[in-house]
């Protein structure tokens, strides 16, 4: 099995990482520096696994041979010029995007016919360097049928994910876990990036607590309008990770202290249209998506 | 006349330096700011800028120290009033005390402590370069009214003195149109300002977050409307008016200027003000509460 995994941030490196264990694997990334250190050194993966992968890696995607699956993992604003470096190559391939956000499925569909998956994950990680990342929650990946697949597809990558040492389940449907984790994320990644807070107890109480409730809210209604029925709880699953026992930087905090763009458009910006299409007044998140940005215009 | 400046920072030290001018006025000063309090006895209390001015007065660390005055002006951060005001009450058994501070809930809290309670709401302001030395940055007007057992002559004897000493004031019976109309302003932009790290001109020029400061103030005049107060200008020209390049653009908001150096800000009293009166009058104020409980965050994530 040939996987090529295209974008080496945290999800992708731990998906990299992992599959070498149980695959051939060769990893774009959008820095040739990075590519050279995944090569001289492998990638090492520390926390809850503990392993050295070795792997083929290029910023050239001529350099990286054919695959079977094509795993789309890079930032949302990365997303457009790697999709477009993936038309006209990968024939045979299955894609499968694992993004935050909506809407990172047309972006690639846009670009060529593969048969195409969709997924979410849960996991988490801290990146400590271009080859060393560490494995933090071992949540699942949710994968789904997108285009031309069928969910025995999903289930054929979740298994082959799961006998790498990671979390997968297939799903006939993956839209009611999107949603799910997308009013999750432009709640949380929000008010963190703008508070400074990580995801700890303050988002489950007090006046905080009230607003993430009241965020939360406003995506019921904004999925509800679009006829979509949601997966887990988006309040509860906020209640249940800040009980983990330790604090989690989410990414979007991250990306505003080390001051780089964030995925406020992919993610904020996909909630506040799809409620502009659909008619729903979302003050509250409105508000959120024009302070993010305002705070990355900030930077200069 | 004896007047005590409760809190000689900014802008208690622009009332203290000027009314110390006057023959007619015995200034004293409390502000637990030593070095400052030392400077101002040794070498006056001078402000340069708006305005060029050594004031000759009593300053004290020590609340104890200070005599029976007719007149308080309580000019400290908000989240101060009260500590100050306690140790500072036995000086009013019979004098009247005005505040000139930012937000809402200041008189409650003064008339806590004191029985004679005067409403204010300045608009100068300056900062403090220096112990003992005050830059006046912009010059402006200060409106006082009755908030408890005062009658308006007496406020007017107050009010006459800061006109004299070069602080333009007048007295007024209901005083709340220009404190809202200030609260209005400060709630709409300084916590905008703080989250976003942009100054005041900048947070105008982007559509979406201007969207965002109107219906702060939105939810400001529908709390205030709900009260029966008439707000004395509207706050959206003052916004408009404070984005002009020549006026501050560059003006970084003082709760931005508070969470870069992690000071404790003034939310609880304006945005907080704002959504507690809300409640109160039954006014929804989302906006304000949302504002409200992520500058809270700012500050909890300080201290995790």
Same mark, same amino acid.
């Given at each position: ?8 941030? *945290? ?28 090569? +001289? ?31 789309? @993992? ?51 990680? *801290? ?6 990342? +560490? ?33 997968? =389940? ?15 994320? @432009? ?19 007090? +006046? ?9 809210? +406003? ?34 905090? =991250? ?44 930077? *200069? | ?34 070095? #400052? ?22 300053? /004290? ?28 009450? #036995? ?41 003992? #030395? ?28 800061? /006109? ?5 004031? %007048? ?10 109309? %200030? ?57 408009? #008016? ?63």
């Amino acid at each position: 099995m040939r996987v090529v995994v295209a974008g080496a941030g *945290t999800i992708g490196s731990l998906l990299a990482g992992h599959l070498a264990r149980v695959a051939e694997v060769a990893v774009l990334t959008r820095r040739p520096e990075h590519a050279r250190a995944l090569v +001289e050194n492998g990638l090492r993966v520390s926390g809850r696994s503990d392993f050295t992968a070795t792997l083929r890696a290029s910023s050239d995607p001529d350099e990286l041979g054919d695959a079977d699956i094509v795993v789309v @993992a890079c930032k949302g604003g990365d997303l457009e010029p790697l999709a477009a470096g993936l038309a006209g190559r990968f024939a045979g391939a299955t894609v499968m995007t694992v993004q935050n956000g909506l809407g990172a499925e047309d972006v690639v569909a846009a670009r060529g016919d593969w048969p195409l998956l969709s997924a979410v994950t849960f996991m988490s990680g *801290t990146r400590h360097a271009d080859d060393h990342v +560490e494995y933090v929650l071992d949540t699942a990946t949710w994968i789904g049928p997108f285009r031309g697949t069928t969910e025995a597809d999903a289930e054929a990558v979740a298994e082959l994910i799961r006998s790498a040492g990671l979390k997968a =389940e297939a799903f006939a449907d993956l839209r009611p876990a999107q949603w799910s984790k997308l009013i999750f994320n @432009a709640t949380v990644n929000a008010v963190a990036a703008l508070t400074g807070l990580p995801h700890d107890h303050h988002f489950a109480e007090g +006046e905080l607590g009230r607003l993430v409730h009241d965020l939360v809210d +406003e995506g019921k209604a904004v999925a509800a309008a679009a006829g979509a029925t949601l997966g887990e709880d988006p309040w509860e699953m906020n209640v249940h990770a800040t009980r983990r026992g330790h604090a989690h930087y989410p990414s979007m905090l =991250e990306d505003v202290s080390a001051r780089r763009p964030t995925e406020v458009e992919l993610i904020n910006g996909s909630l506040v249209r799809a409620a502009e299409r659909n008619g729903v007044p979302v003050p509250l998140h409105t508000a959120l998506y024009a302070l993010v940005k305002a705070k990355e215009a900030g930077y *200069t | 006349m004896r007047v005590a400046i409760i809190g000689c920072g900014a802008v208690g030290s622009l009332f203290a330096a000027n009314l110390a001018q006057l023959e007619d006025v015995e200034v004293w000063a409390y502000d637990a700011f030593r070095d #400052h309090v030392d400077a101002i006895n040794e070498h006056g209390l001078r402000l340069s800028g708006a305005g060029d001015v050594v004031g000759r007065l009593r300053a /004290t660390a020590d609340a104890g120290e200070l005599p029976p005055c007719e007149f308080g002006i309580v000019a400290t951060k908000a989240m101060h009033t009260d500590a100050a005001i306690a140790a500072a009450a #036995h000086a009013f058994s019979d004098g009247c005390v005005a505040t000139v501070q930012n937000g809402l809930g200041n008189e409650e809290a003064i008339a806590e402590h004191v029985r004679r309670v005067i409403r204010g709401t300045t608009f100068p302001a300056g900062k403090l370069v220096e112990p003992g #030395h005050v830059q006046w940055d912009v010059k402006g007007d200060t409106t006082f009214g009755p908030y408890r057992d005062v009658e308006l002559p007496e406020i007017e004897a107050l009010a006459d003195a800061c /006109t004299r000493a070069g602080m333009p004031a %007048k007295a007024v019976a209901d005083a709340r149109g220009p404190q809202w109309r %200030k609260v209005i302003f400060n709630a709409a932009t300084n916590p905008v300002g703080a989250l976003t790290g942009l100054t005041h001109g900048r947070v105008c020029e982007r559509p979406d977050l201007r969207r965002l400061v109107s219906g702060l103030v939105d939810e400001g005049k529908a709390v205030a409307a709900a009260q029966g107060i008439e707000l004395d200008a509207d706050p959206e020209e003052l916004i408009d #008016h404070a984005a002009k390049p020549e006026v501050a653009y560059d003006h970084k908001a003082s709760m931005l200027q508070d969470v870069e150096a992690r000071r404790s800000t003034e939310i609880d009293y304006l945005n907080g003000g704002i959504v507690r009166f809300g409640r109160e009058h039954g006014v929804p104020t989302p906006l304000n509460q949302a504002i409200w409980a992520l500058v809270k965050g700012v500050e909890q994530s300080w201290t995790r």
